[in-house]
């Protein structure tokens, strides 16, 4: 392990104590035990400023800051819009701590000042449409009362949707196949397609809803059809998106995570009624995208050293019956 700073110097210091009488400096003046030891002390103290240094450089960063950091790591044309921005608070805030998840629900806003955290980062939206726009529900007692605990916290959302999905590879397909172990078989050529060793649909089923925490899923096809060429598209990538998938790469099996029922799903069952044999497998939108949140974890860290990072999932709303 090599030497800090403070170690060298000790060192040093000791070696003059012991091995010599005076320490030459380059400018020829000599220098005494006691002005050395005096010397070597200050400098030795000084070697543990930097981490003091950096805290404080951490406390000092700002909610803002941070945002923007971000942007500038994954490049995106904004020129046309995005839904990437603040939907409350003050950026100008010094930073306390992040929290990442899919949605800012209230139970994920309280876990937040809980934590003493005072930026979440979420994928979608906060106020129950794609643009979080609140004046359609101005009088509505649960956009007041929400906005009033994150005020009351001071703390911020972003929304992190459109450069998470614009990052190289697709922040949110990373934490899907990470979670899944399918990491390893990313195609950077094709990067929505993943190709696997050969499982059947029956066995891709069981991995997704054990290592995803899904109740029930979702599928058309024949169980025991084996998937080698797999395209995974998590979230709500639209029914034109999927029906274009399907016809150029056509994969063994579409996962994907939500769908209009009179789109998708009926391409899928013309498809297998005329001979073709692609199978479609829907796990849900908020359990499919959970995990790129949790992964943005890990891609922050390193990022932010020094500021504390959770991610908090919001959960699946339904219940099964």
Known sequence: MPL???DCLATLLFHNLTAGPILQPMNGHPINRREFVTASTALIAAAAVPNRSSQLMIQSQTIGDVIDMIRKSIPLDVSKGTVDTIKCGDPQQPLTGIVTTMFATVEVIRATAQMNAN?????EPTFYNHNDEKEWLSGHPVLEMKLDLLNRNKIVIWRFHDHWHAHRPDGVLMGVLTRLGWEKY????EPLMVKLPGPTLAEIIRLSKERLGIAQVRYIGDLSLTCKRV???PGAWGGRRHIETLHRLKPDLLICGELQEWETS???RDLRALGLNS???VLGHSVSEEPGMEWLVTWL???VPGVKIAHIPSGNPFSFA
């Open 4 to 6: 800090s700073l403070a």
């Open 119 to 123: 930026l979440i980062i979420a994928h």
């Open 186 to 189: 990313y195609d950077w050529a």
């Open 231 to 233: 395209a995974v598209l």
């Open 266 to 268: 009926e391409y899928v």
């Open 301 to 303: 860290e390193p990022k």
């Open 279 to 281: 199978a479609l497998l």
